[in-house]
């Protein structure tokens, strides 16, 4: 029973195939959305009014003081999140890509945290217009990725930005499909999401 095999490598077949593996993924998900560099609400763990002349940071020699002495530049941006939330929207991707495909071993029974494939489907949407809109106040129009591309391949080489009305199309079509999910919760009232009691 002890002399088992270390659960260290996991594979694309053992994570989408255990609906707690994929939890545990989509965990990784929303670690990466709220806590990268230069999120929604710091730079560098300082708050982004920092950067301007609404407060002094009291302390020294942090990020956001690149932009009250002007010594930020293209190379070197204190908020610059395009490869961290590109690798983030490429993770929800790959849920999306796989969710339709995992089993639900806790069907017909009440878990924590209702957990169900649809569920995580819903979530997954969320995650994704939500760095889409991290990206679009910091750049504008972005290229819009639905694949979980590799770095290399050649499809995202010759992916373009899109429009800005493009991405906001995008991000509202994102928000849709989780805001039709009557499996996601709304905290706070005792209304559901979709309107239903």
Known sequence: MLDQAPQLDYDETKVFGDIDLTNQFLTDVYAYTFTKPGNF????????GAGT??????????????Y???SWNPNDNPDDIWAYTYRTIRKCNLLLQNIDNVPNKH??????????????KGEVFFLRAWNYWELLKRYGGVPIVTQPLDAASEELRNTR???????????????DSCYANAEIPSYGSATTITGKS
């Not at 002349?53 to 690149?66: A, I, Q």
């Not at 069907?107 to 995580?120: F, W």
């Not at 930005?161 to 928000?175: E, G, H």
Request: aromatic letters at 4%; proline letters at 4%; glycine letters at 10%.
């Open 41 to 48: 609400m710091d730079i560098g763990n300082s708050t982004t």
């Open 53 to 66: 002349d609404e407060l002094d940071n009291s302390f020294g020699g942090t990020p956001v003081e690149k």
């Open 161 to 175: 930005r899109a429009s800005i009305d493009d991405v906001v199309t995008f991000i509202l079509r994102d928000l």
């Open 68 to 70: 009250q002495n002007g």
């Open 107 to 120: 069907a017909g029974q009440v878990t924590q945290s209702d957990l169900t494939p649809r569920r995580i």
